[in-house]
């Protein structure tokens, strides 16, 4: 059974950073790729970062790129997302998720309705 805890949210001031890191259990990472979602309050589930296992692509979604970075650490079975320069339209609970797509675009384009784990609350303001 696939598990994920994600970890590292927090109250940040706008222009702030945080690095969320996601353990996951039951599976085997590198045989995954990962990607982290975002669900805010009435708005749909988006990908921000997916990154693949073989050749590890990234993908990012417009309103994160330059300021998110997406990394793994097969290792540890543990995915990580470091955030910069957030922002208070960033505020959301965000989510691991592992697919075998193999496709960062593809996988980052799925509108998931539930997830694994509990995610982990970000909230940007002043």
């Known amino acids: 059974q696939l598990q994920f805890v994600e970890s590292g949210g927090a109250l940040v001031q706008p222009g702030g950073s945080l690095k969320l890191s996601c353990v996951g259990s039951g599976f085997i990472l590198d045989h995954y790729t990962v990607g982290w979602f975002r669900k805010a309050p009435g708005k749909e589930s988006e990908g921000v970062a997916c990154?693949?296992?073989?050749?590890?692509?990234?993908y990012y979604e417009d309103s994160v790129k330059g300021r998110f970075t997406i990394s793994r650490d097969d290792a540890k079975n543990t995915a990580y997302l470091e955030m910069n320069s957030l922002k208070p339209e960033d505020t959301a609970v965000y989510y691991c998720v592992v697919t075998k797509i193999s496709s960062v675009q593809a996988m980052c384009a799925i509108k998931f309705e539930e997830y694994w784990g509990q995610g982990t609350q970000v909230t940007v303001s002043s």
């Open positions: 990154l693949s296992s073989s050749d590890r692509r990234t």
